[in-house]
């Protein structure tokens, strides 16, 4: 089921229309994607799938060397084609991408030419069972044979062609690598689709509505809280963040924290409103439906609900990065409302990378935490605590540890802002480095906001009004 975002008109749909109405010349773009179920770069394109660097005005060009698995891209790049450029797409772990929700049986294949080529076939390639979600995409990790092949005979497929496939069985989260092999040149297209295997959406138990029509603040939390049983799972424990006051709108936030549960805990819940076709994030009537049989209640703590946490947590950046030594350090504050024992993890993928117990006084206390050697990538840090009452509680917070980047460069975008002028030289998201064009293009490069992004280097969609790329 592809993800539906309403109101929404994406770089990849205006692509998609301009290829369908013929306004795309061959010379301008090239080539050619898999546009439904949508793929790993197709879906950054549309925005659903976040911090995917220059592919967002490039989906059609993942391209590579060909004859994957005998020749083509190396192990660890095969969703980027082994291109420099789109090296965002090989990141792997098992909560990075937007997953489709599949069962086993037939599947349509779409594929969008922005510059069709004389092709020799197409195949799909699917992971193993038994393949780890949280290692780089290799050969190791497919099946050695494409569980479906079609061959074309070198002739020129239409703008936007579908044909079928079955797809095996599987359980959970898979990725299928649909591979284009062209006819004409040396090279193939490659493109990665993320896939959950799961039960069928439209007989799952409904465990809470999140409610509509309601506002809230900016900085408060949703807080989820899945239990079995009477076990509280810990490891399933959510804090959705309200961002800005437009993130807490009573018609967006109930559709982004669908999104959000979809996206973090495929397999365990998932979020939306039902319909005959299953469960899909809507603006109204969204709920959350247990998927795993062993989940009994789902519980959501609003701003302004029930007491006030007994503990809030300050100094956590979204954002670190490492010192020359590869070394992560970073300092919080705990703030105690009452005595807590307190568990404290940090985990990156499914790996844990350090715990500690740590017994609050109610009042303040500050801690430091360093890793030696840190590897880069998404951290979730879960906080379990029983206050002297018995009472138990969580939180979860996360964050991004980005390397130290080659080359000079002013600040690291967004910081500064306001201080750009022209030649000034910034660090992207993406861990790329812009440079603010000459006057009058200058004038752009200040205007940002978690509102107004148009012109985020590398991002934003006239971000090359205001920044040249450089290498």
């Known amino acids: 089921m592809k993800p539906s975002w309403k109101n ?43 911090a995917c660097g220059q592919v967002v005005y490039e989906s059609q060009s993942v391209e590579g060397p060909d004859r994957y698995p005998g ?40 594929w969008t030419f922005t510059a069709p080529h004389a092709t020799r076939d197409f195949r799909y390639f699917i992971t193993k069972p038994d393949w780890d979600p949280n ?22 497929p239409d703008p936007v062609w579908t044909h079928q496939c079955e797809l095996p069985t599987r ?9 284009w092999d062209v006819g004409d040149t040396v090279n193939s297209f490659y493109n990665a689709v ?18 509509d029509g309601r506002d809230l603040p900016a900085g408060s939390q949703v807080q989820v809280r899945v239990f079995a049983g009477d076990q509280e799972r810990f490891d399933l424990a959510y804090s959705f963040p309200i961002k800005s006051a437009a993130d807490g709108q009573f018609n967006q936030w109930p559709r982004a924290l669908a999104m959000a549960l979809n996206h973090m805990m495929p397999g365990f819940v998932r979020a939306g409103a039902a319909t005959d076709d299953g469960i899909e994030p809507s603006d109204t009537g969204n709920g959350i439906y247990a998927l795993d049989s062993t989940i009994t209640d789902v519980k959501l703590l609003l701003e302004g609900d029930g007491p006030a946490e007994p503990l809030s947590v300050s ?27 307190l568990d404290l993890s940090v985990h990156l993928g499914t790996d844990e990378l350090h715990s500690e117990q740590i017994n609050l006084a109610r009042g303040t206390q500050r801690w430091r935490y360093q890793l030696k050697a840190a590897p880069t990538g998404l951290y979730v840090m879960t906080l379990k605590w029983v206050d002297d009452r018995g009472q138990v509680g969580s939180q979860t917070h996360s964050f991004e540890v980005w390397s130290s980047s080659g080359g000079d460069f002013d600040f690291r975008f967004p910081d500064g802002l306001g201080q750009y002028k022209p030649g000034t030289i910034v660090l992207g998201r993406d861990e790329v480095r812009y440079r603010c064009k000459p006057f009058p293009s ?22 090359r009004h205001a920044w040249e790329r450089l290498p």
């Not at 998609?16 to 795309?24: E, T």
């Not at 095969?78 to 069962?103: C, E, I, M, Y």
């Not at 993320?194 to 409610?211: A, C, K, N, Q």
């Open 71 to 110: 020749a083509g891209p190396a192990d660890g790049r095969l969703a980027s084609a082994g291109n420099a450029a789109f090296t965002p797409l090989d990141q792997q772990l098992n909560a990075r991408w937007w997953k489709h929700w599949v069962t086993p049986g037939p599947i349509e294949w779409t």
């Open 194 to 211: 993320d896939l959950y295997f799961g039960r069928s959406e439209t007989d799952l138990p409904l465990m809470v509505d999140i409610p």
């Open 135 to 156: 290692q780089p995409l290799s050969r190791s990790q497919f099946e050695a044979d494409p569980f479906c092949e079609v061959a074309f005979q070198n002739r020129k």
């Open 171 to 179: 359980q959970g989260y898979q990725v299928v690598l649909a591979v």
């Open 8 to 50: 929404r008109f994406s770089y990849r749909q205006l692509l998609v229309a301009l290829v369908i109405n013929g306004w795309v010349a061959p010379s301008l773009w090239a080539h050619g994607f898999v546009s439904e179920p949508g793929s790993r770069s197709a879906l950054c394109a549309d925005g659903i799938n976040q």
């Open 315 to 341: 100094g956590l950046e979204e954002h670190y990065e490492l010192d020359e030594l590869g070394d992560l350090s970073m300092a919080l504050e705990f703030v105690a409302r009452t005595n807590l024992s």
């Open 442 to 463: 200058s004038g752009w490069c200040n205007i940002y906001s978690s509102q107004s992004r148009q012109y985020e280097p590398g991002y934003g969609s006239h971000w």
